[in-house]
């Protein structure tokens, strides 16, 4: 019926939400906490979410980096979809958003599978590389500043196991990836790495029209 994909009016999106999401009751009080906050952009959408977790579980991830926690709506889902013995690297700068990321990660009950790490997220990659860690994680999420995404990305592709899934939230920037006009830093670097992923052949990739643009790259074996 359509080639292309179609437009999601406020009709169509609420019934994608009604007929698709699970989310538990602790996921949807998280999500409906952000409602008014000044950041609350900064979450993933919970459909984003979903997606992610079935992915994690198909791949049967246990290894998992998230590169940019916010308040932890993104990280809570995908720690839900590991195993007992799945560890989920959490990492943002923000100590503040951290914290009140753990408190709904403790009342979710998946603490015991987060490592939060604190600090820049490109410091923490390479001590994980530097500790030997290289191509022991199965799925990487990267929702954080766009002017890192370039070097997360070379990090990151570190990282990964082969058929590992490197993932970048935002990559349509609202739409104004497209507009010639719009020459901010965040969306110049978004640009620079969609151009990176099309024509980099050590991964398999495709750009979905989820969310704000989810980028899915795999790392070829
Ligand atoms: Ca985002």
């Known amino acids: 019926m359509s080639r292309r994909t179609i437009q999601l009016d ?10 698709s999401l699970r989310e538990t009751p602790i996921q949807r009080e998280l999500r409906d906490a952000m409602e008014g906050h000044p950041e609350g952009e ?16 198909t791949m049967q991830a246990s290894r998992v980096i998230e590169v940019g926690v916010f308040t932890g709506y993104s990280a809570m889902g995908m720690a839900m979809a590991l195993p007992d013995d ?21 009342r979710a009950g998946v603490s015991d599978r987060i490592q939060p790490r604190v600090g820049p997220a490109a410091d923490s990659l390479a001590a994980m590389i530097d500790a030997g860690e290289a191509g022991t ?13 370039p070097e997360y990305y070379e990090l990151g592709l570190q990282l990964l196991r082969p058929r590992g899934l490197l993932t970048f939230d935002n990559m349509l920037r609202g739409g104004r990836v497209a507009d010639p006009e719009v020459d901010d830093e965040s969306t110049v670097a978004t640009r620079e790495l ?12 495709s750009l979905n029209p989820i969310g704000d643009g ?4 795999m790392l070829r074996p």
């Open 10 to 19: 406020m009709p169509v999106h609420q019934w994608l939400m009604t007929h």
């Open 42 to 57: 900064m979450q993933t959408s919970p459909e984003q979410v979903q997606l992610l977790s079935v992915l994690l579980k």
């Open 86 to 106: 799945g560890v989920l690297v959490a990492c943002d700068l923000s100590p503040e958003h951290m914290a009140v990321a753990q408190e709904w990660w403790d």
């Open 137 to 149: 994680y199965d799925f990487i999420y990267v929702d954080a500043d766009k002017t890192g995404y």
């Open 194 to 205: 969609a151009a990176k992923l099309l024509a980099d052949d050590r991964v398999e990739y």
């Open 214 to 217: 989810l980028a899915i790259a």
